[in-house]
């Protein structure tokens, strides 16, 4: 969408299209989705899959754990669950006693699934294109194995979410949450209620933590007792004596004379504390933006982004660069309000959820609303357009899911528009297109139902739920869903009105490309065809929409039986070079549009030439693994062996081939593709 909308969201989609477009953004050229699971190497055991917390410099020992297969660490937060965990497994792996150890933060049934697909794609070799497949697999894998393992679920927040997920009893599982349920108890499970320190083990701990300032040790047992023993509260408490060289009874005078008292009083301390530094006051905004977001892992460039520092600034006059919030964190760290671990990839910032919920508690809504807003800026601006691995993914789908809930749907619909959708579609395009379209459905709903009438932002999430509903196998369905769209337009709150028509093009032009796929080419056609003379009229020749739309009917075009379809790409490649440049993915995908229809209208020696043009240009965009660019040596190969060249084509084949094995995988169906064609030549 264009720049002059209130929420402007650029999403673009490259290559030939043969399916629809997005409801935000443009799609331009040709693009083809495949999903295949694909065969590689199994890993070799001893394996560690997740990342296990690092331990507490002063971790005190307890009591150990029950020697049941699975064993369920039940408390309130704050009291070492996490780290009891982490003490074990950490211990298990080190001695050698475990083979295979896979934590995973549990805190939804999507990460429980993410993680146990991933160990058993590392495991078997085998990448399954559906998450719960591979999560079964791992079970599998975990029931047959003859090897010591250990799982890990840490904070599991509904134990609903393990229905079906539980590991087998031939080896060990390791469960932390704050829940007491029923479902948690079973055949092989010890549930273990783990509480706060005994005041000696409090004692004994702070006694750790001030062992080289024992003359601060004055009093320290009374911290314990008010306190309550909680080990998390006891962790600050002694990191604030530390820094400001306070003896226990000097605590306990500064925690009398402040507003709040106990555990609540300690966290309030240490952030007074932080916020003291300089450059004043930025501790606690910076702060306000961490407690919305995943306690089990914030990204660092989440807060050292633009938006976030310009958060900063507004609420305090500062202006940071990234290394001045990085020292911002440092001090919390040293006070012990986050964990600051720039080693734990994705998820180098942690705050506990107990200081999450204090620091929020007092909120007015205003409040809420505008740190929600800027913390969705700030994770939204460093969502990258295509996830680079599975962690990447699941880290930032957490964060925003983190975000939702803290901030509650209403907050979550009005003030985090763009990163509503970003999140939306990282779900579908990690494979669970059904999820994605009944999330859209649930956030569309809600919408809804917050205003009187209807408005832009309603209607965007509905696209949205109709190109993910498409994506799950009912494209007359989505169709269906775009047109009512159209249906609605004069019920576009007056507010949106100047908007609503640049909106409606581009629903038109949804409603075309989707008519394609339920085969209604001619129609999908003329539909293109007028949305292209209205774009010309508004924009130009020039303009990326228009150049859209001309990419989209030059597909459509060259597919029916009339008119010369190199008309339609000659004309169109040069306006894409010379406007997007010849290494766009858009001119690319349209260059090799061009090369396939000179295949197909028999000059092969033109067909040949622009292929091997496109295979150093795919290779220099794409890189030489990427699927697109082997699919361009294939087409290579084959012009190749149509023009005569058996033998050199043979060779190319065959070395694609061996790429397309070690690449995508033996039953990738590219990699059938090929060896069928080399079967054919021989």
Same mark, same amino acid.
């Given at each position: 969408m ?5 929420w402007?969201?650029?999403?673009s ?11 935000i ?11 295949h699971?694909t ?12 990342v296990?917390?690092r331990r ?7 009591r ?12 309130m937060?704050?009291v070492?669950?996490?780290q ?9 792996w080190?001695s050698g ?9 549990a805190?939804?049934?999507e990460a $429980?699934?993410?993680v146990f ?6 495991l078997?070799g ?19 194995g ?6 890990v679920?840490d ?6 979410d393990?229905?079906?997920l539980?590991?087998p ?8 949450t704050?829940?007491?349920d029923a ?17 000696d083990?409090?004692l004994? !701990?702070l006694?750790?933590v001030?062992a ?7 009093g320290a047992?009374?911290?314990v007792?008010?306190l309550?023993c909680?080990?998390?509260?006891l ?11 306070l003896s226990?009874t000097?605590?306990l005078?500064r ?13 309030s ?5 932080a ?6 006051r930025?501790?606690g905004?910076l ?20 938006r ?5 600034t507004?609420?305090t006059?500062h202006?940071?660069d990234e290394t001045g919030?990085?020292? $911002?964190?440092?001090?919390?760290h040293?006070l012990g309000?986050?964990?600051l671990d ?5 998820r180098?910032?942690k ?5 999450q919920?204090?620091?929020r508690e007092?909120?007015?809504t205003?409040?809420l609303?505008?740190?929600c807003r ?9 969502w ?6 599975k962690d990447e993914?699941?880290?930032?789908r ?16 009005r ?5 509503s959708?970003?999140?939306?579609n ?9 999820e994605?379209r ?19 932002q309603?209607?965007?999430?509905r ?13 007359a369905?989505a169709?269906r869903?775009?047109e009512q769209?159209?249906?609605?337009e004069p019920?576009?709150s007056?507010f949106f009105?100047r ?6 093009q ?5 409603i075309?490309?989707?008519r ?5 080419l001619e ?14 009229l508004?924009?130009?020749p020039d303009?990326s ?23 339609e790409f000659e004309?169109l490649?040069?306006?894409l070079c010379?406007v997007?440049?010849?290494?766009s ?9 061009r090369? !396939?229809?000179?295949?197909?209208t ?7 030439t622009e292929?091997?043009?496109l ?6 965009v ?13 087409d290579?190969?084959r ?13 190319e ?25 080399l079967d054919?030549?021989r």
């Open positions: 264009s720049d002059d909308l209130p402007s969201v650029h999403n989609v490259h290559g030939d299209v043969h399916g629809l477009n997005l409801q953004g443009d799609i331009r050229g040709d693009f083809t989705l495949h999903h699971s065969i590689r190497p199994p890993a070799e055991l001893p394996l560690l899959v997740g296990v917390p507490a410099a002063s971790f005190q020992e307890r150990p754990l029950p020697g049941s297969p699975t064993v369920v660490l039940s408390g937060g704050g070492g669950k996490t009891l965990a982490a003490h074990h497994a950490a211990s298990a080190a006693e475990t083979r295979l150890l896979v934590w995973v933060t805190g939804s049934r $429980v699934v993410s697909a991933e160990a058993a794609a590392e078997t085998r990448d399954e294109t559906e998450p719960e497949r591979g999560a079964r697999r791992l079970l599998e894998w975990l029931a047959r003859s090897e010591p393992w250990l799982v679920l904070d599991v927040e509904d134990p609903a393990l229905e079906g539980w590991p009893d031939n080896g060990r599982t390791l469960v932390t704050r829940r007491r479902a948690l108890h079973g055949d092989q499970r010890a549930v273990v209620d783990v509480e706060s320190f005994s005041e083990e409090g004994s !701990y006694r750790t001030l080289d300032r024992p003359q601060l040790l004055d047992a009374e911290v007792r008010e309550g909680l080990p998390l509260a962790a600050q408490a002694g990191a604030y004596m530390l820094d400001m060289h226990g000097e605590y005078s925690l009398g004379k402040s507003r709040r008292t106990g555990v609540a009083g300690t966290w301390l240490s952030i007074k504390q916020n003291g530094l300089r450059p004043k930025v501790a905004h702060l306000d933006l961490a407690c919305l977001l995943d306690p089990n892992g914030v990204p660092l460039g989440v807060l050292t982004s633009p976030a520092r310009k958060y900063l507004d609420r006059g202006e940071l919030v990085r020292d $911002v964190l440092a001090h919390l040293r309000v986050v964990t720039t080693g734990s990839a994705h180098e910032v705050v506990h959820a107990q200081v919920r204090a620091h007092n909120w007015s205003r409040q609303r505008r740190a800027a913390a969705a800026e700030a994770l939204n601006g460093v990258p357009e295509v996830e680079l691995s993914g699941h880290v930032l957490a964060n925003g899911e983190a975000l939702m809930a803290a901030a509650g749907v209403k907050v979550w619909v003030e985090a528009m763009y990163l959708i970003t999140l939306g990282s779900i579908g395009e990690s494979g669970r297109a059904a994605a009944d999330y859209f459905d649930r956030l569309s709903a809600e919408s809804g139902r917050l205003e009187h009438v209807l408005d832009l309603t209607i965007i999430l696209g949205c739920r109709a190109h993910w509903r498409a994506k799950a196998g009912d494209p369905g169709l869903d775009f769209i159209a249906a609605d019920r576009i007056r009105r908007f609503t028509p640049h909106f409606m581009y629903n038109r032009h949804d075309a490309i989707m394609a796929e339920t085969g209604d129609g999908a056609i003329a539909g293109l065809e007028d949305v292209l003379a209205e774009r010309l508004q924009h130009g303009h929409s228009v150049l859209s739309t001309r990419t989209s009917l030059a597909r459509l075009r060259a597919e029916t039986t009339t008119g010369d379809p190199l008309a004309g490649v040069p306006d010379r997007l440049g010849p290494l993915r858009e001119t690319l995908m349209a260059k090799g549009s090369a !396939y229809w000179l295949a197909r028999g000059d092969t020696a033109a067909a040949i292929r091997e043009q295979v150093l240009d795919f290779t220099e794409f890189g030489p693994e990427h699927q697109r660019t082997l699919l361009v040596r294939a290579l190969a012009s190749l062996h149509d023009g005569g060249q058996a033998e050199l084509a043979a060779q084949g065959e070395r694609l081939l061996a790429d397309q094995v070690r690449i995508l995988g033996t039953d990738h169906e590219d990699t059938e593709d090929t060896r069928r064609m054919g030549w």
